[in-house]
Nanobody, 126 residues
Framework: QVQLVESGGGSVQAGGSLRLSCAAS????????MGWFRQAPGKEREVVAS????????FYADYAKGRFTISQDNADNTLYLQMTGLKAEDTAMYYC???????????????????WGQGTQVTVSS
């Protein structure tokens, strides 16, 4: 049974940093696709960043480029999202997502992912 458990959210002031973690377990495929999404109240869920080609490549939404970094520790099956230069508009629930298969191209839409964590709240005050 696949499980994704996020942690690391919290409240920070604009310009601050947070590091989100997603502990993954239960996968049958080692080099699966994983990513981070976010959803603000009243808005659709959107991709933040994702990893593909067994973690060799990464994709970022335009708003995340230069500020956020996605990484993966295969030793302990943990996905990370380092966020710096946070802005008030980054306030949202952040979700870890995964698909138990290899992906050769970046996955950018939520329906491409099969498994989801419960989310971790990020609140940025200006």
């Amino acid at each position: 049974q696949v499980q994704l458990v996020e942690s690391g959210g919290g409240s920070v002031q604009a310009g601050g940093s947070l590091r989100l973690s997603c502990a993954a377990s239960g996968f049958t495929y080692k080099s699966n696709c994983m990513g981070w999404f976010r959803q603000a109240p009243g808005k659709e869920r959107e991709v933040v960043a994702s990893m593909y080609r067994a973690g060799q490549d990464s994709f970022y939404a335009d708003y995340a480029k230069g500020r956020f970094t996605i990484s993966q520790d295969n030793a302990d099956n943990t996905l990370y999202l380092q966020m710096t230069g946070l802005k008030a508009e980054d306030t949202a629930m952040y979700y870890c997502a995964a698909r138990d298969s290899y992906c050769s191209i970046p996955l950018e839409i939520s329906r491409d992912f099969t498994y989801w964590g419960q989310g971790t709240q990020v609140t940025v005050s200006s």
